[in-house]
């Protein structure tokens, strides 16, 4: 076995990736990632014990978000940068020791590798570094599902603190969970309440972004957006971050190129701050995973601002106009760093190469409609109560999470499709990609794909469905007429379910497969606690969902 990582919806054999990973990791990468988490656990455990002291190190709880992050799946490929968030790792565990023992803190025994600094000797690590180090499977499962929910803490963490909104609670619960899964005597019951706080943890972090990214760009505006293209040269922003968007907007000012969106940066086309910028056009193409077609059309240069990207194919003619930053990395691209003491980054080197470039070529005509996060829904609140009060709205359907290229995910289309005319669905993430563009029509001009934004403002969800819970003077908010359909792919859905759960949201129908670290044992718990279940057949569902 060369490998092993079941962390995607996409595994292999829907088991574990063991040769090469079905996203495009290799072995060698993987090893990287198994050895920087390996690191992270003993640098949260130190942290954690700092943190009880009242003086935890900022400069750890960073390093951990960003180790988090860049492991996450389509994050980074590239092994040199892994290798630098290993060394910064490992060297910071061991300063930070040193600082817990003269302040007389017993610290238990901490990961440790010698040969760290060797990256030709990091495969050697994988019996104790590697998710196959833990051999209890029921264990190992909880173990990774608390590690995977850690991991979309970290993403949506990191987005907020580029923004200067940082919350310790979600830190320690981070530091915390990473901590514990290093203990080898972690029970299962003890694992599962650890699941259910990274849960906690979720609603908090999803909460701090949502205020981090209304506060400084306004609430998001219901939106009419442009699927065509200009005539001008175009700049590609994809990923999730909107202060990289905001610095590439100001520096492309009047500089002949346009900025178009791609994939899960579609909702920055939603906040008001960005709409003073005329050369903002905009969406361009559909799901990541299909950005290897497509991006093949669009002749500028692209820029990704966290996970989502993939490998190219063998005769990609683009691979030298991609341009990555935080954590993101690929071989053959160029990386812009961060700017040094809280100055913007310095897209100037893109801008120049966009400037050159032919303008994008046309792949779609035509609109879609977007900005219905929490303000924008509840704003709309006393419409959509009547339209339930007089039975034209039945019922509301989340449809939130991410898309994938299995043909499977057909089913989301389908199923979207086939939804009768009194439903309307809510959604948030790229999972939208599979319905946002069919005409669906609306209940009386409430249209019936309701789109909150990134997969991060599933908390627009969750507070869409607290003022419906209110509105509608009930006290559970299971008891509302919304049924969840979410599909998974990587470890940001992963943490929009443990919160849900942790929110006591039961009855989460998931697909298109249920993730492969969900032992027999553990979904049966899931199952008796949640009543979480997996997608069946588009008729069957409507039937079981909607009645």
Wanted: proline share 5%; glycine share 8%.
């Amino acid at each position: 076995m060369e490998m092993f990582c079941y962390q995607c919806q996409e595994t292999a054999r829907g088991k574990g990736c063991n040769i090469l990973g079905v996203c495009g990791k290799k072995p060698e990468t993987s090893a990287r990632m198994d050895l920087l988490l390996y690191a992270v656990r003993g640098l949260s455990l130190i942290n954690r014990a700092l943190r009880e002291k009242g003086e935890p190190s900022r400069e750890a709880s960073h390093l951990i978000i960003d180790a988090l992050f860049t492991t996450i799946t389509n994050a980074n490929f590239d092994n040199d940068s892994l290798d630098g968030y290993i060394n910064r790792a490992f060297e910071l565990k061991n300063i930070l020791a040193g600082t817990a023992k003269k302040q007389g803190i017993s610290l238990p025994d901490l990961p440790e590798v010698e040969f760290y600094a060797r990256p030709e000797e990091y495969g050697k690590a994988e019996a104790f570094t590697g998710v196959l180090a833990e051999h209890n499977e029921d264990i190992r499962g909880l173990k990774q599902l608390a590690i995977y929910g850690c991991k979309g803490m970290a993403a949506y963490a990191r987005h907020a603190a580029n923004l200067g909104y940082e919350d310790d609670d979600v830190y320690a619960i981070i530091e915390n969970a990473m901590a514990e899964t290093a203990r080898p005597d972690a029970s299962v019951d003890e694992l599962f309440s650890l699941v259910l706080n990274v849960g906690e943890g979720g609603v908090k972090v999803m909460a701090l972004l949502d205020k981090a990214n209304t506060e400084t760009y306004g609430n998001p505006e219901i939106t009419k957006v442009d699927l065509g293209v200009r005539d001008r040269p175009g700049i590609l922003i994809s990923g999730h971050d909107l202060k990289d968007l905001e610095e590439l907007l100001e520096q492309t000012k009047e500089k002949g190129v346009d900025v178009y969106t791609h994939s899960e940066m579609l909702p920055g086309q939603y906040y008001p701050a960005f709409k003073k910028y005329p050369h903002f056009a905009g969406n361009y193409g559909n799901a990541w995973w299909k950005q290897t077609d497509e991006f093949e059309k669009f002749n500028g240069v692209f820029l990704f601002t966290s996970n989502c990207i993939v490998p190219p194919k063998k005769n990609c003619t683009y691979l030298d106009r991609v341009y990555t930053t935080g954590v993101v990395g690929m071989p053959g691209t160029h990386h812009i760093p961060d700017g040094k003491d809280g100055a913007p980054k310095d897209f100037s080197e893109l801008i120049a190469r966009a400037q050159q470039c032919p303008p994008p070529t046309e792949i779609e005509k035509g609109e879609i409609i977007g900005g219905f996060a929490h303000h924008q829904v509840i704003a709309l609140a006393p419409k959509i109560l009547d339209l339930i009060q007089r039975g034209k709205l039945r019922k509301f359907v989340v449809m939130a999470g991410c898309d994938g290229r299995f043909p499977s995910r057909d089913y989301y289309t389908k199923f979207a499709e086939a939804l009768p005319q009194d439903c309307v669905i809510l959604t948030a993430g790229c999972a939208k990609y599979r319905y946002n563009k069919l005409p669906l029509g609306d209940i009386e001009g409430v249209p019936r794909v309701l789109d909150a934004g990134q997969c991060n403002d599933s908390y627009s969800l969750v507070r869409i469905a607290l003022a419906l819970r209110d509105a509608l003077g009930l006290k559970d908010v299971n008891e509302l007429p919304i049924v969840y359909n979410i599909a998974w792919y990587e470890q940001k859905a992963v943490i929009v379910l443990l919160a849900l759960l942790a929110l006591g949201v039961k009855d989460i129908h998931t697909g298109p497969t249920l993730p492969a670290f969900f032992t027999p044992d553990i979904l049966k718990v899931l199952q008796d606690k949640f009543h979480i279940g997996t997608i069946t057949t588009v008729d069957e569902d409507i039937k079981k969902m909607i009645g």
